[in-house]
């Protein structure tokens, strides 16, 4: 039994059955329950003059009873926290609960009454400590969501500069080696050419020597000719041949002294070799600041009573007044022509499905469940998305390419992936960014492109360098940009949550039994769904990873779901593995 004193209960209380049977109908449900006593509903709303969660229909009651119709209701994530209980020094029998402004200090009702105190003006302690406590609370999600894990980036800036540094002087040591060796073998083949030059100077010169040679050597000859030409005219005593016979000798033969070759040796000093090979140097200019993402501003915080929803309401802020409904209804069934199971589906702006199955038929359905095209892709599991623009994008992991089907059907390639296999893919409802899961060999990373297929961001390590995805069959984002993996591994499978910035915020990894997480999607309120095919159920988290319900399971004829999507209309679709069907739930009112 719940108890209606709210000191006595002054957290929230949850219905857990999850130690029991999964067969159970009261294993089915977890939420906040109502703190109204034998009421077992969702306790949506919260009363903050009595301190209780209240369904909507105590609520009402609430309103309507004469001591409690002037009580401040509000939805309950707007809830005001219950002032800790105190007891004065002076009167024992008394808490503190009151402020005096000139002093300073809490005290009782008995204490205010007293002569030290006489004039002062008093405050209700409660509304200071609600106000401090949301403004504590706002500071501490400011540190969780924005100081932290932008300090973390920043650090990772930092460490990936550890990195670029180590590996752009490596690799300028690698060019000056480089550039050495190029220039010592341009040296050495300057030098061979010049040797080799010296040979033919070489020959060149001795061989026009050697003709001088030569031309000595005939001159010599012909003078000994002429020498024995005249020393027979000396001997002989014919007077008359001596005077009639005239001998002349031919001049002796020119010749050139070779022009000797000179070496011109070069001056060549260290610098003019620094000059020649090129150094390394830090530019000299200011450093560049490292940007800091500017915090995103925040609403005050407000405290909307039952009024304000009821105004709400009027101006149909949908949003705002969305709740968890305490059970899940059925709201109709597809049954999906040319598919075999349903292992992911995907919903276009104007409400009409796209549905796989695993041997690669990929089609197209309208409101009525008639069939609109159907084409044959490469198959697999969370690999198709619809965009913005009312297109659907899809992966062929065998082809490595990623695909776009325009509303007139045609189909166009948009990017390939080289070497990464892409399994799973996500148009962001934020930006229109495509989220893509990534898979080689032993290794898996989530990339983000933009609509034009550019590589913006690649994701695959946490901050302390492990690996963050093994297989990421399954992608989404939640409405504060968090992106949101399926990593199906059958021996240790995990949803997997980074934020915008690819840094880790948390893991889910089920509830206790095995958890083989598939199927996955976010709603209008931030809550994660997914589908878990080995208890054959699917999990509600918030968006912090804080389990909040089994919202499907075999009870409701679940079995082995593996697709989900949420509308615009804010209802769930269901695929499951041994079926052509899409079931549609209702789960928000």
Known sequence: MIMKNAALCPIPIYKDNMSKPFDEQAAMQHYLVCGTENCQKNGQFYCNSCHLPLCEQCRDEHKKSPNTKNHEIVIYRHHKHQLPMEICQDHPTRNKELFCRECSIPLCSKCSIMNEHKGHVFDDL????????????????????????????????????????????????????????????????????????????????????KSQESTCDDYIKYLWKMSDEFQKYLSITNQTLLFTKTLKIQPIPETTKPVLPVFSASRFSKNDVTKLLGKANVP???????????????????????????????????????????????????????????????????????????????VQIDLQGNLLQKIQTGGGHGYHTATQDGDLIYTDRHKKVIYRITQDRKIAELKKTGDWRPISIHSSRINGDILVGMWKEREAKVTRYNKAGKEVQNIQ????????????????????????????????GAVVVVNKSGHHRFSYTGQGSEFWPCGICTDVLGHILVCDDNSSSVHLLDQDGGFMSVILSPQQGIKRPRGVSVDDENNLRVGQWITNTVTVYKYLQ
């Open 461 to 492: 390590k946490d901050n302390q360098g492990q690996k963050l995805y093994s297989e990421p069959h399954y992608i989404t984002e939640d409405i504060n940009g968090d992106i949101c993996a399926s990593n199906i591994d059958f021996y240790d």
């Open 126 to 209: 409660e509304e200071i400590y609600a106000d401090k406590f949301a403004a504590w609370q706002g500071e501490f999600s400011k540190i969780q969501k924005y100081f932290l894990p932008t300090t973390k980036g920043l650090k990772s800036d930092i460490e990936e500069d550890f990195t670029e540094i180590k590996n752009i002087m490596e690799s300028i040591r690698i060019s000056m080696k480089t550039e050495a060796e190029s220039l010592k073998n341009l040296v050495d083949e300057v030098t061979s050419e010049s040797i080799e030059n010296t040979h033919i100077m070489e020959q060149s010169l001795l061989k026009m020597l």
């Open 284 to 362: 000299n200019k200011t450093p560049e600041k490292r940007k800091i993402q500017p915090m995103e501003a925040e609403s005050a915080h407000t405290k909307p009573t039952e009024k304000q929803l009821e105004q709400s309401k009027e101006k149909s802020d949908v949003k705002q007044t969305l709740s968890l409904s305490s059970s899940v209804t059925k709201v109709r069934e597809y049954s999906v022509p040319d598919v075999d199971r349903t292992c992911h589906v995907s919903v276009d702006e104007s409400g009409r499905l796209w549905v796989s199955d695993d041997r690669g038929n990929l």
